[in-house]
């Protein structure tokens, strides 16, 4: 059977400045997003990609990084326009697919009064 882990790293920190609503200043939008991203798309994400590992002959050609940009939309918290970030990903586009669909319809509660920009990158490893 294979083994295989991923991790997540934060690139870019959230910036969190403006009036009304909940503010977060930068570290606790940061952590914030974080915790959702560890508890809510981080399962989605190892069950995806231990799907692809138990079905793909030969699974270590699924190893690599993928880097995702995506936005949390002010006032709803929800996570929109996550795009894989080529130059930054070598995973094969099926494990990038993993990430960006498990991202999608993820929420910050409370949502926060600004815009939040995020660079996160996941590490795919089959060993």
Known sequence: MNKYFFCLGLL??????????????????????????????????HDCFDGMVKSTPGAKSLQGTTTVHFIVAKDTGVITNATVVPESTTAQPPVAQCVVSALQGLKLDPPDGV???????WEF???
């Open 12 to 45: 870019a920190p959230l910036a969190a400045i403006g009036c009304g609503g909940a503010i977060r200043v930068g570290d606790a939008y940061r952590d914030d997003t974080a915790k959702l991203i560890t508890a809510q798309a981080n399962p989605r994400i």
């Open 115 to 121: 815009d939040g920009d995020a660079t996160y990158t």
């Open 125 to 127: 490893v089959v060993q």
